[in-house]
């Protein structure tokens, strides 16, 4: 592909198992799912995946390499087409868990370090392709090889295929969101403009803050709701 201008990269990916991505603005017993990955998300697997494969070779100048790959990922822009249908299945249950306060609560008063909770989550059926168009970069043959190698977006076991033939570059971004046809409303996060990989490493002692180091957005999904219940929302693409 030809690298000399910035430009797009449009690339498909076909859902094989329900996905779940626990909402930023969710707790951690009542979690409500984003409908597709999220920019922030996207950018976190490039990353793993960058890492994964060229970390190794950058141990004796692993700082240097980082910002300056880190900076070129943070910065794309990243346009979200959905699936052609959606059903989101809520689920509620019990579980015993770790209690994370034990080890900073107050050594005076018992603790239990495994407790009960009900935890409401939900998963979500994707039925199609999920496209995502990013840029503006130069690095586009850089960018397909690690689009290319993402096998799941969110938590663990949410398994995508990549559909080589599916993909292409261009000039324009792709996907823009046009108000003349219906939308719904989604939480998009994505990472501030002037964060460090160092703030959204979690092995680092440095913390990302919120509306700056991740930023929430609302985006703006070409979807209908078809049907609804205390069980199920089912929605379809424009």
């Known amino acids: 592909m030809p690298t000399e201008t910035n430009q797009w990269l449009t690339v498909s990916y076909q859902p094989v198992?329900?996905?779940?991505?626990?909402?930023?603005?969710?707790?951690?017993?009542?979690?409500?799912?984003?409908?597709v990955p999220t920019?922030?998300?996207?950018?976190?697997?490039?990353?793993?995946?960058?890492?994964?494969?060229?970390?190794?070779?950058?141990?004796?100048d692993f700082?240097?390499?980082?910002?300056?790959?880190?900076?070129?990922?943070?910065?794309?822009?990243?346009?979200i087409q959905p699936p052609e249908r959606i059903i989101v299945n809520r689920n509620g249950y019990k579980l015993r868990y770790y209690d994370q306060t034990t080890d900073k609560a107050d050594?005076?008063?018992?603790?239990?370090?495994?407790?009960?909770?009900?935890?409401?989550?939900?998963?979500?059926?994707?039925e199609g392709e999920l496209q995502l168009c990013l840029g503006p970069t130069q690095r586009l043959e850089e960018l397909e090889n690690l689009l290319s190698q993402i096998n799941y977006f969110g938590k663990r076991s949410c398994f995508f295929q990549y559909l080589s033939d599916?993909?292409?570059?261009?000039?324009?971004?792709?996907?823009?969101?046009?108000?003349?046809?219906?939308?719904i409303l989604q939480p998009l996060d994505d990472m501030g403009k002037t964060t460090t990989f160092d703030k959204i490493?979690?092995?680092?002692?440095?913390?990302?803050?919120?509306?700056?180091?991740?930023i929430p957005t609302i985006g703006f999904l070409p979807l209908r709701l078809i049907e609804t219940s205390t069980r199920y929302d089912f929605y379809e693409r424009y």
């Open 63 to 79: 700082a240097k390499w980082i910002k300056k790959e880190f900076t070129w990922i943070r910065d794309l822009q990243i346009y």
């Open 107 to 126: 050594k005076t008063r018992p603790t239990l370090a495994m407790q009960d909770g009900f935890v409401f989550r939900e998963w979500v059926f994707l």
């Open 166 to 183: 599916r993909t292409f570059s261009s000039i324009e971004p792709q996907l823009q969101s046009t108000f003349d046809q219906g939308f």
């Open 17 to 35: 198992s329900l996905f779940t991505l626990k909402r930023s603005d969710a707790t951690n017993m009542a979690a409500k799912s984003n409908l």
């Open 39 to 60: 920019p922030y998300t996207i950018k976190m697997a490039l990353l793993k995946v960058m890492l994964e494969n060229f970390g190794k070779h950058h141990a004796n």
């Open 201 to 214: 490493n979690p092995f680092s002692s440095e913390r990302a803050i919120l509306n700056k180091d991740r």
